[in-house]
């Protein structure tokens, strides 16, 4: 049988992450990373067998199509190009209007740039980077995997802010959740680590990267999560604030701040980076406080006890609790990160099992606490987007 492998995209505004991944195994045969775009700087860079390469971008602009031309000349001459069958984009932002994977046509194109209003940074960037690969593989078929679709099973109740309903009627501002693909992902492989079926499980999964959210997930569909209108809403990230008093917007407008640099503390100079005035890296943060570092410490603990918060509330829209699952970089790989998420959790029943929770790292799925009171458990699930996307552009051709 040949293979079946998909060109996954990640277009950003000054990057593009790329990968060409088995559809049936979820591999990586070949990933890499274009960035800096729109400077001189411009370079690409990927792996392939373990051996890391990088270039220049040494053209003057448009850095998306060239970075796409330099995967089709890289796919051509590791010799895979006639095993390509699609190409599929992951998507931040789908609106109201995309619920799942759709195969991309000029209307589904069109779609996702009016939708930039909503994702000015992440849609028009994902087009570019759609146009780009049609321009480049204009025999393939192309799909566009939604950040936001999974969360679009969310009822009313959780996706309407409470602020004048003409706010969502003439902007469309309410809740829609990101990540949705990784929860999407983890919440099949817990169900199939608990040997049930995804439809009769209850879950909170807890994504934590650089980015993180939680999201309640009863019968295998989202009913809520952290993230709402923007990804900055929440749990505290690497340099995000997450949830916050919106009357702190007013009071640094008032104190002569610009707009600008309110939204840029907060979105770039918050989180982990803010609290800690050091790194809005988690193993940064966890190697500073075994020095001592007091910023460190008060990051961790803001951290883990916003996390537990979370999870805590998202009991609320479950009808039960099989599993808490972690995944995202820091979920994956932070043992003393997620140890004292469970200590903040211990009225819910949370015994940690410690052997599990060393084992269950850099890669490795396993349970790491039980609850009797609950019957519930917590899990770590790697996390892997780019095999959902594979995945469903290949079930949907
Ligand atoms: P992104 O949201 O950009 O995809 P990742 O999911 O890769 O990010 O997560 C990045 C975060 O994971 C960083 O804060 C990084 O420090 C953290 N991380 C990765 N490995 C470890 C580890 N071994 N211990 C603690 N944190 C880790």
């Known amino acids: 049988m040949s293979n079946s492998f998909v060109l996954v995209i990640n277009s950003g505004s000054s990057s593009l992450k790329f990968a060409v991944i088995d559809s049936q195994t979820g591999e990586a045969i070949v990933s890499g990373l274009g960035e800096c775009f729109g400077m001189p700087e411009a370079v690409i860079g990927w792996k392939y067998n373990g051996e890391k390469t990088e270039e220049a971008i040494s053209a003057p602009d448009d850095h998306h199509q060239h970075a796409i031309n330099r995967i089709v000349k890289l796919i051509d001459t590791l010799g895979f190009t006639s095993e390509i069958v699609a190409i599929g984009h992951r998507i931040v932002h789908g609106g109201e209007k995309f619920t799942s994977t759709v195969r991309i046509d000029e209307n589904v194109l069109a779609e996702i740039e009016s939708i930039a209003d909503l994702a000015p940074l992440h849609n028009p960037a994902g087009a570019k980077g759609i146009q780009a690969a049609m321009t480049a593989f204009p025999s393939l078929p192309q799909f566009a995997v939604f950040d936001t679709a999974f969360h679009q099973s969310m009822p009313k109740r959780a996706y309407t802010g409470a602020i004048s309903s003409d706010l969502y009627t003439d902007y469309g501002i309410r809740r829609y959740g990101f990540h949705g693909t990784s929860h999407y ?213």
């Open 185 to 397: 992902f983890v919440a099949n492989e817990a169900a199939k680590m608990l040997n049930k079926s995804v439809e009769e499980c209850s879950f909170i999964s807890v994504h934590l990267g650089n980015g993180a959210s939680v999201c309640a997930i009863e019968n295998g569909q989202s009913v809520d999560t952290s993230m709402g209108f923007t990804p900055l809403s929440g749990l505290m990230m690497g340099t995000r604030c997450g949830d916050l008093d919106p009357g702190i917007i007013e009071f640094l407008l008032k104190k002569g701040w610009s707009q600008e640099k309110v939204f840029d503390a907060l979105n770039k100079k918050s989180g982990f980076l803010g609290v800690s005035g050091l790194t809005s890296d988690a193993r940064g943060i966890l190697e500073a406080m075994e020095n001592g570092h007091q910023g460190a410490r008060l990051a961790f603990e803001v951290f883990t006890y916003r996390v537990a918060k979370y999870i805590g509330s998202y009991l609320i829209p479950l009808s039960h609790l099989d599993a808490v699952i972690f995944t995202g970089g820091i979920g994956e790989n932070s043992l003393p990160i997620r140890r004292e998420i469970l200590n903040n959790l211990k009225l819910l029943g949370f015994v940690e099992d410690e052997k599990g929770n060393e084992d269950a790292r850099f890669g490795n799925a396993g349970v790491i606490a039980k609850s009797e009171l609950l019957g519930a458990v917590a899990v770590v699930i790697p996390t892997n987007e780019e095999f959902v996307i594979a995945q469903q552009s290949v079930e949907l051709l």
